[in-house]
Structures are given as structure tokens and as C-alpha cells.
T-cell receptor
């Protein structure tokens, strides 16, 4: 069965600073990987996804993530955060081959300080 | 119109009551899912369906049931609601590759 670990429950970053959110997954084959963002009181928005090919994936809002098979990781990065990035971020792994469903991590809450 | 709609958006009910949450989608996808979100636990899969004749339990199906009335409709029922079912519930739909997954806006349920 697949699983996702987001080791950081809460991260605080100064506006303009760089950001890295960690995600580790467990899956028996090459996974589908996703990052979603949830602003307070809102639904889920897809930031980016990895299916195959280039291991560095660009997403919306200036985010990127890098798939590292050897480390079973898919960390999310942004070079300079904005106050509007304050939200909760979820990493998810998708099963393949006829059993397609998403398994989510427990999330990382991001606080931005001026 | 939204791709995935959920009704109601908010609901308060009492312990022991039966409640149904409804989901409909306009994407024409075969796959539909119900998740619940709890603080600190992320989203957990309750049930999922790959077509109208295919229903599967997720990781936390106890206390829930579902009905896939049509390709576009997938309902979640709580037969006898209990307070620890208080949560935010999301419906989602996807194509076969997960490349296009759409989430509904969520239903906030409070069980007293």
C-alpha cells in the first residue's frame, strides 16, 4: 500500500525567504506525485504533479518540486515566498495500474511573517 | 458551472441521525471518491468507485456507506452519525490516469 510522510507539521518563513516543504512517499513502483494547497476555509488546488520524465516539475504560483527516486522524496520549493502563500500544503501519491486513487500526507501548515 | 458540486455545503446534525452528502460531476469521469479531512490527519479516503457497478472501501469506511446512482453522482451516507464523524468531506472525480483530478468545494459536517 502507498503512503506519504510530511515530517513538518508547521513551518514559519519570512516573506521573501526561500521555502522547502518535505515529502517522502512509499510505493512499490514509479508513483504519480502531487502537491496541493489549501488556503484557509478553501478547497484544494493542485500546485503541480509528476507522472514521468523530467524530475524537476514546475507548477503554478512559482512553485517547483523535484522527484528523487533514490530518496523516495518529492520536496516542494519556492525561491521567494509571498504573504499569500500562507496555507496548508498536502503531498499526495497516486496508485497506478487499475487502482488509481490518491493517498495524502498529513499536511504542512505554512505561516509567513513580515 | 462548477465541475464538481457538493450538497449541502454545511450541515449540523445530532448523534444517531442519518445523513446523506451528495456529489455530482460534469467531467464525464468514471472514477469518483469520498475523502474526509481532519486537522493534523490530512485527507483520508472513505470510499471510491471506478464505475456505477464498482464500489470499493477506502481506509476509513466504517460507519459510512455510498451509492453510485449514475456515472455523474456519488452519495455518501452516515447511517447513524456520531460526533467523531465531525469533519470536512470532499468529493473528487478523476480520469483513469489521475492526470485530471477535480475536487469539490467540501461539505463541513458537525455532529452534536
Amino acid at each position: 500500500a502507498q503512503s506519504v510522510t510530511q515530517p513538518d507539521i508547521h513551518i514559519t518563513v519570512s516573506e521573501g525567504a526561500s521555502l522547502e516543504l518535505r515529502c517522502n512517499y512509499s510505493y512499490g513502483a514509479t508513483p504519480y506525485l502531487f502537491w496541493y494547497v489549501q488556503s484557509p476555509g478553501q478547497g484544494l488546488q493542485l500546485l503541480l504533479k509528476y507522472f514521468s520524465g523530467d524530475t524537476l516539475v514546475q507548477g503554478i504560483k512559482g512553485f517547483e518540486a523535484e522527484f528523487k527516486r533514490s530518496q523516495s522524496s518529492f520536496n516542494l520549493r519556492k525561491p521567494s515566498v509571498h504573504w499569500s502563500d500562507a496555507a496548508e500544503y498536502f503531498c499526495a501519491v497516486g496508485a497506478r495500474f487499475g487502482n488509481e486513487k490518491l493517498t495524502f500526507g498529513t499536511g504542512t501548515r505554512l505561516t509567513i511573517i513580515p | 458551472d462548477a465541475d464538481v458540486t457538493q450538497t449541502p455545503r454545511n450541515r449540523i446534525t445530532k448523534t444517531g441521525k442519518r445523513i446523506m452528502l451528495e456529489c455530482s460531476q460534469t467531467k464525464g469521469h468514471d472514477r469518483m471518491y469520498w475523502y474526509r479531512q481532519d486537522p493534523g490527519l490530512g485527507l483520508r479516503l472513505i470510499y471510491y468507485s471506478f464505475d456505477v457497478k464498482d464500489i470499493n472501501k477506502g481506509e476509513i469506511s466504517d460507519g459510512y456507506s455510498v451509492s453510485r446512482q449514475a456515472q455523474a453522482k456519488f452519495s455518501l451516507s452516515l447511517e447513524s452519525a456520531i460526533p467523531n464523524q465531525t469533519a470536512l468531506y470532499f468529493c473528487a472525480t478523476s480520469d483513469s490516469s489521475l492526470d485530471s483530478t477535480y475536487f469539490g468545494p467540501g461539505t463541513r459536517l458537525l455532529v452534536l
